[in-house]
């Protein structure tokens, strides 16, 4: 089945960086786009970043355009999410997801917080 796990959340300063990860399994990963989502509390979840199959398209949610950075490598199926400059509104649970399958992972937590 579908499956996919993130990792690398924690606590961050104000204009400090991060990197999480979500390595895939179940599923031809290569074929599939990929999404990184995040929830804060008491808000509905919302998209952040997209990538293609191959990484030649990603698209950004306004609020973190320039500032965040979604990769992938399709060798150890994983996508990651490079995040700078964070503001304590990046603050929430940060999910990835295919963009073909519905399953969603445990997600991590992002703090922003000084």
């Known amino acids: 089945q579908v499956q996919l796990v993130e990792s690398g959340g924690g606590l961050v300063q104000p204009g400090g960086s991060l990197r999480i990860s979500c390595v895939a399994s179940?599923?031809?990963?290569?074929?599939?786009?990929m999404d990184w989502y995040r929830q804060a509390p008491g808000k509905e979840r919302e998209l952040v970043a997209s990538i293609s199959r191959t990484s030649g398209v990603t698209n950004y949610a306004d609020s973190v355009k320039g500032r965040f950075t979604i990769s992938r490598d399709n060798a150890k199926n994983t996508v990651y999410l490079q995040m700078n400059s964070l503001k304590p509104e990046d603050t929430a649970m940060y999910y990835c997801k295919s963009g073909i399958y519905a399953a969603w992972g445990q997600g991590t937590q992002v703090t922003v917080s000084s």
């Open positions: 179940g599923f031809s990963f290569s074929s599939s786009p």
